[in-house]
């Protein structure tokens, strides 16, 4: 029997009476086969893996940090109750208490720290590995078949994680080569002289070269911290993008709240003046119950507005991080302020679009996984080069008991070189899989990008089409109003009917309301324009 150690492995196997003798050119030509074998993949260039290996080993520049919004020092924790205004919250104050105090930002940021993690742990594959083992094993009968490599009694000797495979158990190798040969101590049944033997040692394990594996992984894990990052930034855009809802809902059931009082206050003095004219004989108990119904209908709209109102404000608190959902009743939220002349102008998408594709976060989160694909590729086409492991170990081995003495010392040093020639396609299947893992990162990156750009659009539509109802509905309003004082008063003086009067003071309802929800379709265009397109 002969033992052949290669890589790390052993290969056992028997020379039988057969005699073979091969000629040497042919056994050359074997053997640049099998080298070439174990060479057979798409690998780059010396200069390309150097290039890679100088960004990899540089220190990770900072995250540029301009597009996010300020958050605080210490976010995790952070108080949105202490963040609240007093009086008036404005839009700008929900933001930024939203972006401090949100869980959704707290996860992300334990995402990005997660990440960075991972680039530590990248870093440390560069350092070499100590262990310290110690094993205390009490042997109660020993086979009379027992050999020298026999070891299966023994405990497994305890290696470092991602080393078992690479490493020579040194500390066991030394301990089998000191037992005794079979057959020796016992007779044909076997040894039953109990025994012991303890053994206490350090080992050394370092990678000193794996086919720049270690340099690809590290490029990947910073990538996915850059992609965190970003993924960070889209939390932040989104949530903000939700609080410009919740607090235009607010809004939006403001004006309704305040065309419903109008028109409640409206039915009021013309129930009063109605029930005069009908003293005087001028009108029926019938037209006095039409303002009647009509006080009552405004009613309920007011009461409609509030519960609005109120549950755009619970959006709102939850959105900000409030711990019991409710902002404080004396917290009002300001009144829906007048179109400046920038935000009816007219726009142009080319500029829009051009910047979404450049600061959307969420595509230059998709274009940092799509990096650390390709180095995954890399790294996985690192396997077809040979690596160069060091190992090394020092202790004591004793029987009996642990009073070890200098005579127990042992010590070894290891250098491995390992090249897997042939793994049955395993090499490449993986290959093809990290490939395969690539391309759907791309393609997913390109139709996020496809999507954003469908997303811009449709709120530049959206914001053109709310510029124009605000211009034709201001006119209707005015058109309006002046109507229902025409008929209202020719409605006092017995020349209009109660049904003109109705009439005009539904279309006035009618065209107040449908501004005040064009002038929200234009705020909430502008929110969406903004966070697709990623501008601070």
């Known amino acids: 029997m002969r033992t052949v150690s290669r890589g790390g492995a052993f290969l056992n196997f028997e020379l039988r009476s057969w005699n073979f003798k091969f000629p040497p050119s042919l056994a050359l030509w074997a053997l640049m086969l099998v080298v070439a074998s174990g060479c057979a993949a798409p690998l780059d260039s010396i200069q390309v893996v150097l290039d890679r290996h100088a960004r990899a080993v540089a220190k990770l520049p900072e995250e540029q940090q301009s597009r996010l919004l300020p958050y605080g020092e210490a976010v995790v924790g952070t108080k949105a109750e202490a963040l609240l205004p007093e009086g008036v919250l404005t839009v700008e104050a929900a933001r930024s208490t939203a972006v401090r105090a949100n869980p959704d930002v707290h996860a992300a940021q334990a995402r990005l720290e997660t990440a960075a993690a991972r680039i530590a742990e990248a870093e440390a594959r560069y350092y070499p590995t100590v262990v310290f083992v110690h094993d205390s094993s009490r042997t109660f009968h020993t086979p009379a078949s027992r050999n020298r490599l026999a070891t299966s009694l023994q405990p497994s000797p305890v290696l470092p994680a991602g080393v078992e495979g690479n490493s020579l158990a040194l500390t066991t190798l030394l301990n089998a080569l000191r037992r005794p040969f079979a057959g020796l101590g016992g007779g044909i049944g076997g040894n039953t002289n109990p025994f012991s033997e303890h053994t206490t040692g350090l080992t050394m394990t370092w990678t000193i070269f794996d ?19 970003e993924s960070l930034m889209d939390v932040q855009r989104l949530i903000v993008r939700a609080v410009d809802t919740a607090y235009y809902q607010v809004q939006l059931a403001q004006e309704q709240s305040r065309i419903a009082r109008a028109d409640e206050t409206f039915s009021e003095e013309q129930h009063r003046e109605t029930k005069k004219l009908q003293a005087a004989g001028r009108a029926t108990s019938a037209d006095v119950d039409n303002f009647r119904v009509r006080v ?85 086409k690192g396997l077809y080069r040979p690596s160069v492991l060091a190992s090394g170990s020092w202790g004591f081995d004793r029987g009996s008991n642990v009073h070890y003495e200098d005579d127990d010392q042992s010590s070894a040093a290891v250098v491995e070189f390992r090249w897997e020639l042939f793994t049955g396609g395993a090499r490449g299947a993986r290959v093809r899989g990290a490939e395969s893992h690539r391309a759907e990162a791309a393609a ?49 003086a017995g020349k209009e009917n109660l049904n003109r009067l109705n009439e005009a003071q539904r279309d006035l309802i009618t065209a107040d309301a449908d501004l005040a929800l064009a002038r929200i379709r234009l705020r909430q265009a502008w929110s969406d324009l903004d966070a697709a397109a990623a501008n601070p």
């Open 444 to 492: 997913t990156l390109n139709r996020l990008r496809l999507s954003v750009q469908a997303e811009v659009r449709k709120a530049i539509i959206d914001l053109t089409n709310a510029q124009t109802q605000i211009r034709l509905h201001r006119e209707t309003v005015a058109t309006a109003l002046e109507n229902r004082r025409v008929v209202q008063a020719g409605y006092l």
């Open 296 to 380: 009552l209908t405004a009613q309920a709209k007011v009461s409609a507005a509030e519960g609005l109102r109120e549950t755009g404000r619970v959006v709102l608190a939850e959105l900000m991080g409030l711990p019991d959902v409710t902002l404080p009743k004396d917290l009002s939220l300001s009144p829906l302020g007048e179109e400046t002349a920038e935000e009816l102008a007219a726009i142009d998408q080319g500029p829009w679009l051009g910047k979404a594709l450049a600061n959307r976060p969420d595509i230059l989160q998709l274009e940092e996984i799509v990096k650390s694909e390709e180095e995954n590729v890399r790294a996985t």
């Open 211 to 229: 086919g720049y594996v270690r340099e690809a992984q590290l490029l990947s894990a910073k990538y996915l911290r850059r992609a965190s990052t």
